[in-house]
């Protein structure tokens, strides 16, 4: 394998994607993002999905200046693939990094998306950018291919290099390649897709499942607080059954899961279907975070707390545990709802940048040190800090170590909850 390859976007895909590469090839690693390139630079990744020892063991040029890019024969574009406030595919990123790329393009390269698209995206919005901006002519000049990310923020035992790669190509010949580069690095191996299409599906269709069947654990949620029912005893007991699939309730955000249906279900509605299951599934799955809040301050009306001016505590803002990413949490939800009831809220994170917090919600980030007691608490993203201290740490965040505990994801264990503390959880 002699091509030279370039990385177009530094973010949680493309860093791993380009650290890995780095390791077996000299690699161009360009993003638009100074602050980005220049920590890079100096061994450090924010997002902490590599370590400072990887980073400097992978050859990598880093760069801001896209010429670099003539240099490549073999362009991985990883960006964002985010949506618009009325849940419509956001192409702006993916057009402007096809922009940037066609500008530098040059005869017999090949372009290959990794990020997250409807089906026929690639081939209907990217290929022509690339063509205009290069004045080349796709399948014939230069050459395009997609192999969906499946990157999984702060899991360090699948990883990019162990987990199946899905690849496709314009033609058989260009398909050999990609699988040629990527089998390079990817210990798992690679699944030919037939068409650039079909992976593209493929990429959008695993959240969409995903998502639908957290659903499904949100919406039985719903049923059990009503009868009275632990969820969590009842999937336990359920889950003894062979083939029953283990999903857990909770709040579901991040830029995969809450973002991706919508990209396969806003090009069904393009093509004249109107997808009921899954826009079914994302409407129970955005509703969860008034559902928790209104269940605290139920909880909390229960013990005669006065609610006006009350303080809750919430322990994790980012998306998901262990990881320090913002975009897109649903823990925002929760908050704006207790605000609503006009409850005081202070919020901690162990892992997210108080910036970055500020940017992304307006939310001024405490230290858990100089957290006030609280009369409630919600557990809201279980990073591993929070579960290794356990129960023992409400004695201090709550008022006189008396009040309601929210774990949305049931991580505390139940048996163990203090007399004088109110448990709720999905």
Same mark, same amino acid.
């Given at each position: 394998m ?6 177009v ?11 890995e590469f780095g390791k077996?090839h ?22 902490n ?16 200046d ?19 406030k ?12 096809? /922009?940037t ?12 998306? /990794? ?8 081939e209907?919005?990217c290929?022509?950018?690339?063509e ?22 702060g ?38 897709a ?5 992976a593209?599906?493929?990429k ?11 659903a499904?654990?949100?919406?039985l ?16 007991a359920?889950?003894?059954?062979w ?10 955000g991040?830029h ?40 605290l301050i ?12 009350a303080?809750?505590?919430v322990l ?17 939800d929760?908050?704006?709802e207790?605000?609503e ?7 901690t ?19 858990? /040190? ?5 009369d ?16 023992s ?6 008022k ?5 505990v929210?774990?949305?994801?049931s991580?505390l ?9 109110t448990?709720?959880?999905?």
């Amino acid at each position: 394998m002699n091509r030279k390859i370039a990385v177009v976007g530094l973010g949680y895909v493309g860093l791993p994607v380009a650290v890995e590469f780095g390791k077996n090839h000299k690699i161009i690693g360009f993003d638009i993002n100074e602050h980005r390139i220049n920590t890079l630079n100096q061994g450090i990744d924010y997002t902490n999905e590599v370590t400072s020892e990887d980073l400097v063991k992978a050859n990598i040029d880093f760069t801001m200046d896209e010429s670099d890019l003539s240099q490549a024969d073999f362009i991985i574009v990883a960006v964002p693939t985010p949506i618009y406030k009325h849940n419509v595919p956001d192409l702006t990123p993916l057009k402007k990094a096809s /922009e940037t790329v066609g500008r530098n393009l040059t005869k017999g390269t090949i372009v290959v998306y /990794e990020s997250t698209v409807y089906p026929g995206a690639t081939e209907e919005v990217c290929l022509p950018i690339l063509e205009e901006q290069s004045g080349l002519k796709g399948g014939e000049d230069f050459f395009i291919g997609y192999s969906p990310e499946r990157i999984n923020p702060g899991d360090k035992e699948r990883t990019f290099r162990t987990i199946t790669k899905i690849v496709s190509g314009q033609n058989e010949e260009i398909l050999e390649i990609v699988a040629s580069v990527y089998n390079s690095v990817v210990e798992a191996g690679v699944y030919r897709a037939s068409t650039i299409k079909v992976a593209e599906a493929a990429k959008v269709i695993e959240n969409t499942q995903r998502d639908l069947n957290i659903a499904l654990m949100n919406e039985l949620a719903l049923i059990f607080d009503r009868l009275d029912i632990d969820t969590d005893e009842v999937l336990q007991a359920a889950g003894t059954k062979w083939n029953f699939l283990r999903f857990s309730p909770g709040l579901v955000g991040g830029h995969c899961i809450g973002v991706d249906p919508y990209y396969l279900t806003s090009k069904a509605e393009s093509v004249g279907y109107h997808p009921e299951v899954i826009l079914a599934g994302r409407r129970i799955n955005e509703n969860m975070g008034k559902h928790i809040a209104t269940s605290l301050i139920k909880e909390m009306i229960k013990k005669d707390m006065k609610i006006q001016g009350a303080k809750v505590t919430v322990l994790g803002l980012t998306f998901k545990e262990n990881v320090p990413d913002l975009r897109n949490s649903r823990v925002i939800d929760v908050i704006d709802e207790l605000k609503e009831f006009g409850v005081e809220v202070q919020v901690t994170d162990a892992h997210a940048e108080k910036e970055d917090a500020i940017r992304e919600y307006g939310i001024e980030l405490m230290d858990y /040190e100089n957290l006030q007691p609280a009369d409630a608490v919600i557990f809201a993203v279980p990073h591993q800090e929070y579960v290794d201290k356990g129960w023992s740490q409400f004695e201090g965040l709550l008022k006189e170590g008396s009040g309601v505990v929210v774990d949305i994801k049931s991580k505390l264990v139940k048996e163990e909850c203090p007399e004088n503390v109110t448990l709720w959880r999905l």
